[in-house]
């Protein structure tokens, strides 16, 4: 079946850019999602992508789409503390069915 | 305010012991599903449901059972709750348009 992977774990220093990757396999892939989760709370919608685009900008964010490599990445400029969370990475393809990626946890220090 | 309701977000319970957590959005959605996230393992899910009267299984759905009589609601039921059920419960439901997720707030469960 499909499969999303990411690393679990990023540390970056406050003011730096964090990197976040992600690889899938499905092929069919429409949309492509990044979905923060900070303590304690549910998941919410960061930005999303669609297939045919290459890269996308949102103020501090920046999603980049190799759709020949199945790589997705989240660029946060200027990294902050409050940026310290889980970003999961996720798509959807033919199937009705979204698949998540296990989550990076990125930890912003001083 | 478009959200997603779960209740209860804490419970504290027994093996065997039947539970229910209820799951309510107020955004018209047809597809809602439940998950379930568990350290290292990331979201998994249990079941979910295209529409009314309409649900299938997901990737883990032993040991749960759901219901889908009203387009809001999608309780995910505990029959006999086990201590491998321990776990932090997401309901999340979606739109159409692009495929976005609105997650509730989750549910900590503890079966002792």
């Known amino acids: ?110 | 305010e478009a959200q997603v309701t779960q209740n209860p977000r804490y419970l504290i319970t027994v093996t065997g012991k039947k539970l229910t957590v209820t799951c309510s959005q107020n955004m018209n959605h047809e597809y809602m599903s439940w998950y379930r996230q568990d350290p290292g393992l990331g979201l998994r899910q249990i079941y979910y449901s295209m529409n009314v009267e309409v649900t299938d299984k997901g990737d883990v759905p032993e040991g749960y059972k759901v219901s889908r009589k009203e387009k809001r609601n999608f309780p995910l039921i505990l029959e006999s709750p086990s201590p491998n059920q321990t776990s932090l419960y997401f309901c999340a439901s979606r739109t159409g348009n692009t495929g976005e997720l609105f997650f509730g707030e989750g549910s900590r469960l503890t079966v002792l």
């Open chain 1, 1 to 110: 079946g499909e499969d999303v992977e990411q690393s679990l774990f990023l540390s970056v220093r406050e003011g730096d850019s964090s990197v976040i990757n992600c690889t899938y396999t499905d092929s069919s892939s429409t949309y492509l999602y990044w979905y923060k989760q900070e303590p304690g709370a549910g998941l919410q919608l960061l930005t999303y992508i669609f297939s045919n685009m290459d890269m996308k900008q949102d103020q501090r964010l920046t999603v980049l789409l190799n759709k020949k490599d199945k790589h997705l990445s989240l660029r946060i400029a200027d990294t902050q503390t409050g940026d310290s969370a889980i970003y999961f990475c996720a798509e959807k393809g033919g199937s009705y069915i979204p698949t998540f990626g296990r989550g990076t946890s990125l930890i912003v220090h001083p």
